[in-house]
């Protein structure tokens, strides 16, 4: 079927019901009708254009269909399996294929299709195609790395921040963002992550605080963080599962934990007018350097030495 319908109509009417379906999602009002509605737009859009059909656009309408089978018993079990399904395809598909096994996709791809400089340069340093299949065994062992580390509960952090270095990395070489789907990728891995059951924000008492405080719910809509005023403190300390934090590592937990740092990726992930697609890629390497909690004890010692030496003087 190439054609469903009028297109404007249809469009119209996909955009209401995503509309529909984002706003219940947001509002947390039986949030897996919210997804049926978006899954049912994603699918209609799909059936209806054949232009239309991308894998990213099909890989956000599993995740919002499977969220409608949710159920408590089995938690995101389902969802973890479609990630871990994803990754180890892609992966044992390109193993298979002959122009991935010989590096001659990417090279096209790279050097010839987007010309970009700096492979350019670098391949002509090397043996022909030595690059290209390089890179290419790279990505083929990376992806099917991270399905393999998924299957495991100890590995999950290091599938997700191999997947995060991938996707980045992807989008500096390409300058693309691929469309939504390293935006639906990186939501996804929020399924292999345990939530903590109490997280407690002490801030030291000032009017910027209070302003804080009181515009949280806006910030946090599903309350998973709360925010005191505690007039004895000179410092942010964040209270994680009874485990106390304070500066920049109570910064990076808040980060990790507040649903509006995860829309402003996505936003910054899709917005199209934002810069280039590598400046994404580069700013998503950043933001996930900046949760690594090694890095986060880095910059509180740093900041601790600084304090210490303006005393000294």
């Known amino acids: 079927m190439n054609k469903l319908g009028d297109s404007t109509q249809i469009n119209w009417i996909t955009s209401t019901i995503t509309f ?3 706003l219940i999602i947001l509002l947390n009002v039986v949030p897996r009708i919210g997804s049926a ?15 239309c059909y991308a894998d990213s656009r099909f890989y956000f309408f599993s995740l919002f269909f499977l969220h409608t089978l ?4 089995t938690g995101t079990k389902i969802l973890r399996l479609q990630v871990i399904i994803l990754y180890f395809g892609s992966g044992v598909n390109k193993l298979f294929d002959p122009d991935w096994q ?21 391949a002509s340093m090397l043996p022909s195609m030595a690059l290209a299949k390089l890179l290419s065994w790279m990505v083929i062992l990376m992806e099917i790395l991270i399905a393999l580390c998924l299957t495991t509960k100890s590995y999950f952090k290091l599938a997700i921040w ?38 407690i924000i002490s801030l030291p ?6 302003l804080v405080v ?14 005191v005023i505690n ?76 304090e210490n030496s303006k005393h000294c003087n």
């Not at 978006?38 to 054949?50: G, H, K, M, Q, W």
């Not at 949710?70 to 018993?73: E, G």
């Not at 008492?205 to 209070?210: I, L, M, N, P, V």
């Open 162 to 199: 191999i997947g995060i270095l991938l996707h980045s990395i992807s989008i500096v070489v390409v300058n693309h963002s691929f469309g939504s789907f390293v935006a639906g990728v990186l939501i996804s891995y929020l399924a292999f992550l345990n939530w903590p059951s109490k997280i």
């Open 70 to 73: 949710f159920q408590k018993d």
């Open 214 to 227: 009181k515009y949280n719910p806006w910030i946090d809509p599903y309350h998973i963080i709360k925010m």
């Open 37 to 51: 509605l978006i899954a049912i737009a994603i699918l209609v859009t799909i059936i209806s254009r054949r232009p």
């Open 231 to 306: 007039p004895a403190i000179s410092n942010v300390e964040l209270l994680l599962n009874d485990k106390k934090y304070s500066g920049f590592q109570a910064l990076q937990y808040f980060l990790l934990y507040c649903p509006i740092s995860y829309l402003l990726i996505l936003g910054i992930v899709l917005f199209p007018e934002f810069g280039f697609g590598w400046l994404k890629g580069i700013v998503l390497i950043v933001v996930a350097f900046l949760m690594l909690p090694l890095v986060a004890r880095k910059i509180d010692h740093l900041i601790l030495s600084s």
């Open 20 to 22: 529909i379906g984002v």
């Open 102 to 122: 010989s590096g001659q996709y990417l090279e096209n791809w790279i050097a010839h299709k987007i010309e970009f400089s700096i492979y350019i340069e670098l």
């Open 205 to 210: 008492r000032s009017k910027t605080a209070e």
